[in-house]
């Protein structure tokens, strides 16, 4: 069974940055993609960020030249540096971790407990 650990959320001032970091206890070098997403109070699940298994990334337009996610293999965590950080991107954090499970291309999702990210003066 996979697991997720997420951490270094916290509070911080606006312009402000954070690194968050999750950690797999199965090598992320084998997940097709790894992702963060995030949560605001009262408003449903988006994607923030994603990198394929090949390193390549995406972001969602609200973070975009803002945000960087990465991976290292070595320690098996990813990562995302939150730069510029603004009030709107205050919610709690999860990373996601997708794995293809057979020939058909069948895929499971793994979810962390998620971390908190408050941007408040």
């Known amino acids: 069974q996979v697991q997720l650990v997420e951490s270094g959320g916290g509070l911080v001032q606006p312009g402000g940055s954070l690194r968050l970091s999750c950690a797999s206890t199965?090598?992320?070098?084998?997940?097709?993609?790894m992702s963060w997403y995030r949560q605001a109070p009262e408003k449903q699940r988006e994607l923030v960020a994603v990198?394929?298994?090949?390193?390549?990334?995406n972001y969602a337009d609200s973070v975009k030249g803002r945000f960087t996610i990465s991976r290292d293999n070595a320690k098996n965590t990813m990562y995302l540096q939150m730069d510029s950080l603004k009030p709107e991107d205050t919610a709690v954090y999860y990373c996601?971790?997708?794995?293809?499970?057979?020939?058909?291309?069948?895929?499971?999702?793994?979810w962390g407990q998620g971390t908190l990210v408050t941007i408040s003066s």
């Open positions: 996601n971790a997708r794995a293809v499970v057979n020939v058909e291309g069948a895929t499971v999702d793994t």
């Open positions: 199965r090598r992320v070098s084998s997940f097709s993609a």
């Open positions: 990198i394929t298994s090949a390193g390549s990334t």
